[in-house]
């Protein structure tokens, strides 16, 4: 792959398009259809894309592939490589991207509430898919967006516009947790695959190697994105990707506490702890009684 071209601003992408300037510097939306490939060009982006496209199977993100000729909703954030690809002959792409930039959001409540939807750190194969009423909420939206980005700009638009924005992104935070429990087989199988790596890891010699699995290790094992693994597991089990590897830790700890007579250091050792006080707190935080407490409970 060639080294990624950095792309600064919303101007100067409408301009290695051939686009006319965009009407505002910093939010534009254009078709699909408009776009020109460069197969093998991959590019950095320092603003935030939002697309829908259909049959727009020629685009890449980081490593994958958008191959979903149905078509689906996707989240770029700043600083993510997008690479083209060879059209396939009679490609017809559909669908809009728009961009925007941070400094857009500057002195709005959104400039550090954007940070807070995890779609935008979300891999391809995360993509959303919406029904043809989320997709016409969707659409509707844009098109008040690009009503206001086409008229009079004046000291009203920035706020307008941002209002619009923030409402697309807390429907498309709706339709991913709708996505979820819609998609509960998939899901499932994922929180499966979850407790037996994390079984198999407690059992293992890993721990004493290498210590607690992070949440980076259990997402690249898994085979998805930290943040989508998160909101997955908090549709389905109100916890977060730490919060359930410490579950399993403490269901080991107590599996050791009650039926061997290895002491609470070792048991801290064994479990990747480098200081057994570590393990101590977190031991009562889960279950309000210390170690020894727990253990005293079964004698």
């Known amino acids: 792959m060639n080294t990624p071209i950095r792309i600064s601003s919303i101007s100067q992408a409408h301009k290695m398009q051939g686009f006319a ?97 995890e779609f935008f750190n979300y891999s391809v194969k995360e993509a959303l898919f919406l029904s043809d009423k989320e997709e016409k909420v969707i659409n509707d939206i844009v098109a008040n967006i690009i009503h206001e980005c086409n008229g009079n700009i004046d000291g009203f638009t920035q706020n307008i516009i941002v209002s619009h924005l923030e409402t697309l992104l807390n429907y498309s935070e709706r339709f991913y947790q709708r996505q979820f429990i819609t998609r509960k087989i998939t899901n499932h199988q994922i929180l499966d695959r979850l407790n037996d790596l994390l079984n198999n890891y407690f059992d293992s010699d890993d721990l004493m190697t290498n210590g607690l699995p992070t949440v980076e290790f259990i997402s690249e094992s898994l085979h998805v994105s930290p943040g989508y693994l998160r909101s997955l597991l908090k549709n389905l089990t109100g916890q977060s990707t730490q919060q359930h590897i410490h579950e399993k830790l403490i269901d080991k700890a107590k599996e050791k506490l009650s039926t061997t007579s290895l002491s609470v250091s070792e048991i801290a050792y064994g479990l990747g702890f480098e200081h057994p006080q570590s393990f101590n707190k977190l031991f009562k935080t889960k279950t309000k009684v210390s170690p020894l407490e727990f253990r005293a409970s079964f004698n």
Request: proline share 10%; with cysteine; hydrophobic share 35%.
């Open 21 to 117: 300037p965009p009407p505002h510097p910093m939010i534009s939306i254009i078709e699909c259809g408009q776009l020109k490939g460069s197969p093998g060009m991959s590019v950095v982006l320092d603003f935030y894309m939002i697309s829908i496209k259909r049959n727009c199977n020629n685009l890449m993100y980081g490593q994958q592939k958008y191959d979903f000729d149905e078509g689906f909703m996707a989240f770029v954030g700043p600083n993510q490589i997008l690479s083209g690809q060879q059209h396939a002959p009679g490609y017809e792409p559909k669908g809009w991207m728009l961009f925007v930039h941070p400094d857009f959001f500057w002195g709005t409540p959104l400039a550090k509430k954007i940070k807070q939807y």
